[in-house]
């Protein structure tokens, strides 16, 4: 047994930030307890000496957290010994009896509780889930080979109206319209009360897992009377398959029959096959009716019964497309055992004035953008078994991060013509793209490894925690490339967003700071004279196409591409003139220059949104001379940086530090910069890559007042990597270099240089 130390130690790995926490809320259950808190994280940053310093702002976090009821007192004793709430009102949900629960969380932690309604957390949580944490939704096919989770890209606006089929003792269904408006419309019996106590009264098994085990091992073909056992091979007419079920327990009608089957070894794993066929096939069917009399297609399945148990998602998933005729699938949530523990800490919201209440224990999970912190989440998305912490104490944790601003989804996002998806390759179907860019990732960690250390040559830590992150990052790697379907949708987006998670949890917050700081002072330089040059050339065309080939140079200069790195730590590096001289001519891959330029010719844009990529000779030498040029034929700029670092991408509050040296540099710039043509915001992200999905609700304001109608996305990751199929409701330029080898091959081009 383990002592009461190495239990407490294993608490502390799993309830996070306990010393911050700022509300706390419960969903009790018969066998385990989930409990969703905010804390508040504190930061650090990177200075441009090299040094580690405390940040003055802090990061806010949703802990979910799951343990079973004979652990609960022991993490109630964590936090009443070592832990801090800041506010003393608290919620639950609760399906059973829990007045000693009450009392215990009410000794223990000082808590005045407030039982909430079920429904009302079952449905807010869910809503939460599906608004905030991508590829939440999937639905289930159990014959693709590489991947049988395929997981769905849903706009906000149209998450509702939707059924919520909750499977647990019984089954009951609600047609849901909003947070608050939703409605019971239905329900059944049979449902996993049913079902376990069948099965208890059939095989005495007593435990829900090890049913489903026996379930996925036998053969319900013994007991189930099928329509080839009463057709035959004549089905002709019918339109049935044979191995459909006529009958559940069908042959068990003849008593010699059903005691000859109770003597086969495999009784127990069959007769419990057939009895979850039955009662998961019945709920498939009347979800399906119910779904037609409420007029809705969108029909999710959660609960104690579904809990990504393939058996029932299966069976489910045939029932649904068999009774609709193939037109409705069902779909299941990622962490659809959190939602009411979710939502019951939303709806304390409404127990404390936000006004006076400490950040993070007001309605800021409500009015503010979340995303899933990878990193933090013990479970893996739910599809990855992980070991236990230790042999006394399980947990699995769901962890999200607040973007503390609203974002949503790009305004000129042409969804009519088809549903958005941001990554190019899927990595969860594309077995031969996901190999290579984790063995790719792979090869690349000890550069990064190295950019991080030489952030912080001043900091004396850094060497270990940067081996933290090597070893966390290399594991997690490891895991997607067994399970790729670990976090929903793999795909490079994603895997950089991992790496970027896992540096700033070491805090590495910016390795490139320096590099960026060094490159920007240098490319400054240079611009006068470079924009000198271009005015030199009169013709309209020639100078349009000098700015159009100077674009795509600057996008060389990629710290995220290893042949660029080489050509630039190189003893003669890299210059901006090189760069130029290294872009092919005409025609490109993806070449529409001719009609941009034709558009250009016949028409000045009002509005030009570029969505920018890297820093230095970039941004500086590549972007400016770009933008300037649409100036110059009367078009307004606005140029999107990112907020937060990720590699040697630009960030905001460096492109606003580069605005007084811009106007220094070029009347032009500084006329357009005092007259506010030229405007500088930021997109709410902090990737590499571009997910419209995602864009800061300020910018999206902005967009529709300036009245943009061109949409220019540069570099590989925001270009290439994602958005490479995005259609947008005005035209649109993508300008990007293609710098991977094995990228340049499949897409039938050359690589830089």
Known sequence: ?????????????????????????????????????????????????????????????????????????????????????????????????????????????????????????LVRGTNFLLRNIEAESFTYDHHNDKCRYHFETIRPSVICPYLLVNVGTGVSVFRVDSDGKYERVGGSSLGGGCFFGLANLLTAEVELDEM??????????????????????????????????????????????ADELKKYPDFRKNVTRSLLLMISNSIGQFAFMYGQREKTNRIYFDGFLVRNHAIIMRTISFALQFWSEGTQQAHFLRHEGYTSAIGAYLTGSSLVDSSDAQFGAGNEAERLSWHEYYSGCSDLGRFVPTAPLSMGFTAAVLELECAEIVLGPFPLLAENIQVYKPDVADLNLDCEAREFWIHTFEKSVDGVVKKAIESQTNCSTALQRVQVFREKFLE?????????????????????????????????????????????????????????????????????????????????????????????ESKDGLSFSLAISSIPDRPWLIDAYDEFEFSLESKSYNCAAIFVDNSGADFVLGVIPFARELLRRGSKVILISNLSPALNDLTYREMIDLVPLLREADKCLASAIDNKRLMFDHNGQGSPCLDLRKIYAGLNCRVIDEQVDLVVIEGMGRALHTNLHAHFLCDSLKAAVIKTQWLADRMGGKIFP
Not at 57 to 85: M, T
Not at 225 to 250: H, T
Not at 536 to 563: C, H, M, P, Y
Request: net charge positive.
């Open 212 to 257: 489903m085990r026996m379930a996925e091992d036998g053969d319900h073909r013994q007991f189930d009377l099928l329509v080839s056992d009463i057709y035959g091979g004549k089905l002709g007419n019918l339109g049935l398959r044979g191995d459909l079920i006529a009958a559940s327990f069908g042959k068990c009608a003849k008593k010699s029959v």
């Open 1 to 121: 047994m383990p002592s009461t130390n190495e239990i407490s130690q294993s608490i502390k790995k799993v309830l996070k930030n306990s010393k911050s926490i700022k509300r706390i809320a419960f969903d009790i259950g018969q066998s385990v307890v989930k409990i969703a808190y905010t804390a508040t994280v504190a930061k650090k940053k990177t200075t441009h000496d090299k040094r580690l310093i405390d940040d003055e702002k802090s990061a806010l976090r949703l802990y979910c957290i799951q343990v079973r009821l004979e652990d609960f007192e022991a993490v109630l004793n964590f936090i009443a010994e070592n832990g801090s709430i800041a506010t003393n009102k608290a919620t639950f949900s609760s399906t059973t009896s829990t007045q000693l629960l009450e009392k215990l969380i009410v000794e223990k932690l000082g808590l005045v509780l407030y039982k909430v309604k079920e429904m009302d957390c």
């Open 476 to 568: 997690q790697l490891r895991i997607i490339r067994e399970k790729p379907f670990a976090y929903g949708n793999s795909n490079v987006r994603n895997l950089l967003d991992l790496r970027e998670q896992l540096l700033n949890e070491q805090d590495f917050d910016d390795s490139y700071l320096s590099q960026k700081t060094m490159e920007n002072a240098a490319a400054v330089s240079e611009l006068s004279s470079l924009l000198k040059s271009i005015d030199e050339i009169v013709s309209d065309r020639q100078r349009l196409f000098r700015v159009t080939r100077g674009l795509l140079a600057g996008n060389v200069f990629d710290w995220g591409a290893q042949k660029v790195i080489e050509m630039m």
